[in-house]
């Protein structure tokens, strides 16, 4: 089955999206003053989030096509375009991106204060870099962003992370540089059968069996190392507990959801046969990441380790939505990829703001701070309710549909998952009782200051989207609808008559 027809608009709208972070990057290099530097950044990624809006003011969600389209001929021997387009799937990911630099650059107000210039620059070319991978049609384009992350990220961590810095930056840049050659391997081979770098193109071609199993397993050991899938995981708790609180945020926002986007953008798509054979493979793999990391999670004394270790977790969820190969298990992979970005990375920013006051990062020593920092408090609790899936919150309506998902494809399946739901709510329920309400007899908790403006203003986004999607998830469901619905079209799957209308 062929892609829809695109549909271009006539404005360069993504590249000025994708562009307008490096030349603020360019403009940084001029600035001399840290505050003003600071301002520049914060400045700077807030226009790009408020240039992002009309993505999703102009977005027609009644269509699978790619829209915003650009397509300009780059490397023209190697059939290599600079080609861009976003459709409902990708347009929640890079409107998730813009939301949370200027969020990060928030977070890294005090946090950050040696190489302040360095810093931020890496800042910016990382938001280049993000939206530069949700937006590519061209998979040398694509691969070049996946690329360019790299390196920045891999500098905030050995830069300016914590006392085993460089070895979380190591372990994270050779886990990442290692998925990425299997990831060129498979588009080289693509290319070969394509005769085109085209990710349209490269899509509903009739591969044969044994050449889509090479592919998928390519593509699945590069995205299953981003995502990261269980047992890719172990560079994650360390990139995570080094990183400054800013590297930890983009780290669970976006850099794990390009895992998951890789498996929707390419492998059940472009390998349906594939997908199909390794799906149950997948399955098991998503249940022992649920169950995996909210028992590890459950056992951390570390603030930042147990967030991170819950990570593992939700986007176990999300592989497990996207591989049942169903409408609701797709819809809500794509809300929990979404819904964990916002909800972890504000649970990095809450870690991130205890650090700042206590300088410890152990459950331990921050136990009791609630009854001095009530607003703290107040943000920290919606956070944790969030992250186990409270009803009501966001988290709720992405895990309930990619249970209900879970359920239509094997309710055996199902008997495994819930248990992870419990742990969930253990491991979150144990972290807020401790800090909110845990006895203390540390005399220092009496001089710590509640939340400044500033910090106020750095979760308050955040907590308006918990709601948001938690009482209102249907703009968000519907812009994604079309998509979902022609994906699993691409991969193989019959679509019911019921699941076309969205109601």
């Not at 892609?3 to 290099?29: D, E, R």
């Not at 910016?124 to 040398?140: H, N, P, Q, Y």
């Not at 840049?173 to 085109?196: C, E, H, N």
Request: net charge positive; proline share 5%; with cysteine.
């Amino acid at each position: 089955m062929t892609a829809p027809s695109t549909i271009n608009t006539g404005l360069p709208l993504l590249s000025v999206v994708i562009f307008s972070p490096l030349v603020a990057a360019a403009g940084a290099t001029l600035i001399g003053h840290e505050r003003l530097l600071r301002w520049w950044t914060l400045v700077s990624t807030t226009v790009v989030a408020v240039l992002s809006l009309p993505l999703w003011w102009r977005f027609n969600p009644d269509t699978a096509a790619f829209q915003f389209r650009e397509q300009v001929a780059w490397i023209p021997f190697l059939k290599v375009d600079y080609s861009l387009g976003i459709d409902g799937i990708s347009l929640l990911l890079v409107l998730l991106t813009t939301l949370i630099m200027p969020l990060c650059v928030l977070a890294s107000w005090r946090y950050i204060t040696s190489r302040v210039k360095e810093f931020m620059i890496c800042m910016l070319v990382m938001e280049t870099a993000m939206i530069g991978v949700f937006c590519a049609l061209d998979a040398i384009l694509f691969f070049v962003f996946w690329e360019a992350m790299l390196i920045p990220m891999a500098l905030m961590i050995g830069v300016w992370g914590g006392p085993r810095r460089v070895y979380a930056a190591i372990k994270f840049f050779i886990y990442t540089m290692a998925g990425s050659v299997f990831l060129l391997v498979a588009l080289i081979a693509l290319r070969l059968k394509t005769g085109s770098f085209s990710i349209e193109g490269m899509m509903g071609q009739n591969y044969p069996a044994g050449f889509q199993l090479w592919v998928f397993a390519a593509f699945f050991l590069s995205f299953a190392i981003k995502v990261p899938m269980f047992p890719f995981h172990t560079w994650l708790p360390a990139a995570h507990v080094e990183a400054p609180t800013a590297g930890s945020v983009l780290l669970a926002s976006v850099l794990l959801k390009m895992g998951t986007y890789g498996f929707l953008r390419f492998c059940l798509p472009i390998t349906p046969h594939a997908t199909h054979v390794f799906a149950p493979y997948l399955l098991a793999l998503s249940v022992i990441a649920i169950l995996y990391g909210g028992f590890t999670a459950l056992a951390q004394s570390d603030l930042k380790k147990l967030v991170a270790y819950s990570s593992v977790g939700h986007m176990g969820f999300a592989t497990l939505g996207i591989f049942v190969l169903n409408a609701s298990g797709l819809e809500g992979a794509v809300l929990v990829m979404i819904n964990h970005g916002v909800t972890t990375g504000a649970l990095f920013i809450c870690v991130g703001l205890i650090y700042e006051r206590l300088h410890t990062r152990e459950l331990g020593e921050a136990a009791g701070i609630g009854k001095f920092v009530p607003v703290f408090s107040g943000f920290l609790g919606v956070f944790c309710l969030s992250s186990l899936a409270f009803p009501g919150t966001n988290s709720f309506i992405g895990e309930f549909l990619v249970l209900a998902g879970s359920f239509a494809h094997s309710k055996t399946l199902t008997v495994f998952v819930v248990p992870g739901v419990i742990i969930a709510a253990a491991y979150m329920f144990r972290m807020l009782q401790r800090v909110a309400w845990g006895g203390t007899n540390n005399p220092a908790h009496t001089g710590l200051k509640d939340l400044e403006f500033r910090e106020v203003v750095t979760l308050a986004p955040l907590l308006v989207f918990v709601f948001w999607i938690g009482l209102h998830p249907q703009p968000f469901v519907r812009v994604m609808h079309a998509t979902v619905l022609h994906l699993l079209q691409q991969a193989g799957q019959v679509i019911p008559p019921a699941a076309v209308a969205l109601p």
